[in-house]
């Protein structure tokens, strides 16, 4: 049942990507800000509190409704939900309209708009980046949103639909980086910003949550790309990025596709900025990986690599379906 949902949802993706602009993001924002000024008192205790309630309770309510389905009018229907529910969670066309167009902006020589296209797509300051910078950027960013909208996603899905817990697993998974991600930059905000406390809760829970699904991600780029030095680059060269869980997915990506990454971090464009962008993530800022210098076929490398691992994926879970048909 789950990869048939998860094949609908990939397929209807494709067709008829999410706008943008929709009530259910703007739904989340507000809800995320409804909880911070409710239960968001400095205290560490209230962090996790406001923490626990605005991932935790959508989670619930997720599966609440997938249990009254599939015990109340079957299998189907509860199908369809979990098909819903990955559309808006799950995806490739939530940030590779980005991609695409910086992509084409550098195969016809306009750096210019290339600049202009990253700039605006992570609000930060590309207007002096030499051309092999916006590649590396570029790589970087798009590597780890396919992490978050992708893999991450279908890990926490996969394991927790195979205990009965339908599509639960991919609202914990994206409501936690969501949490984590709208209250680190909540600061900046003019109303209502989040303590520290809550701050940390959110990061701390992110932390442990995507520890698995980074690694399930960096050994998936290993299996299709180049094995031996994407394997070494995850064990050497992931302590060159701040971040633990990304240092090991761009680690493993440098490898498996033989192209430096890590180095300066891209500031802010607009520091007080309101925007909070999609898929947002903080660049490296350390030391760079071996590899060759990041060039535009690096892309299309890329998308291979993320392709590939999507159907290495869709084919064990699609022999795990069979084997439990069967069984």
Do not use: C
């Not at 409710?38 to 991932?55: E, Q, Y």
């Not at 695409?100 to 980046?129: H, K």
């Not at 994206?174 to 905000?189: G, I, M, P, Q, V």
């Not at 300066?264 to 590899?291: C, F, I, K, M």
Request: proline share 5%; net charge neutral; no cysteine.
């Amino acid at each position: 049942m789950s990869f048939f949902a998860i094949l609908f949802a990939l397929l209807l993706e494709q067709a008829r990507p999410l706008a943008r602009s929709n009530p259910i993001r703007a739904g989340l924002r507000a809800w995320a800000l409804s909880v911070s000024r409710n239960f968001d008192a400095g205290k560490s205790h209230h962090g996790w509190v406001a923490w626990g309630l605005a991932v935790l309770l959508p989670s619930l309510l997720t599966l609440g409704v997938h249990w009254l389905l599939l015990w109340g009018l079957g299998w189907p229907f509860a199908v369809v939900w979990s098909t819903a529910v990955l559309y808006l969670t799950l995806g490739f066309r939530q940030f590779s309209h980005h991609f695409t167009s910086i992509r084409i902006a550098l195969l016809e020589g306009d750096e210019m708009r290339a600049r202009e296209l990253l700039a605006q797509w992570q609000q930060v300051d590309a207007s002096e980046l030499p051309r092999s910078e916006i590649v590396r950027h570029v790589i970087e960013y798009s590597v780890l949103a396919a992490h978050r909208h992708v893999f991450g996603t279908l890990a926490w899905f996969s394991v927790l639909a195979a205990f009965g817990l339908g599509p639960a697993g991919a609202v914990f998974y994206r409501l936690a980086e969501f949490a984590s991600r709208y209250w680190k930059h909540a600061s900046r905000l003019q109303a209502q910003p989040a303590s520290p406390s809550l701050e940390r809760a959110a990061a701390k829970a992110w932390t442990v949550i995507d520890w698995l699904p980074a690694r399930m991600t960096a050994l998936s780029f290993a299996v299709v790309g180049s094995f031996e030095e994407a394997i070494d680059g995850w064990r050497y060269h992931a302590q060159r990025f701040p971040n633990d869980n990304d240092g090991v997915v761009l680690a493993a990506t440098s490898g498996a596709i033989n192209v430096r990454l890590g180095g300066s971090a891209l500031r802010a464009a607009h520091p007080q900025t309101t925007l909070l962008v999609e898929g947002e993530v903080e660049p490296p800022d350390s030391g760079s990986t071996p590899g060759r210098e990041p060039e535009v076929a690096h892309l299309a490398q890329v998308v291979g690599l993320v392709w590939r691992s999507v159907v290495v994926w869709m084919g064990l879970l699609a022999l795990l379906t069979l084997a439990r048909l069967l069984g």
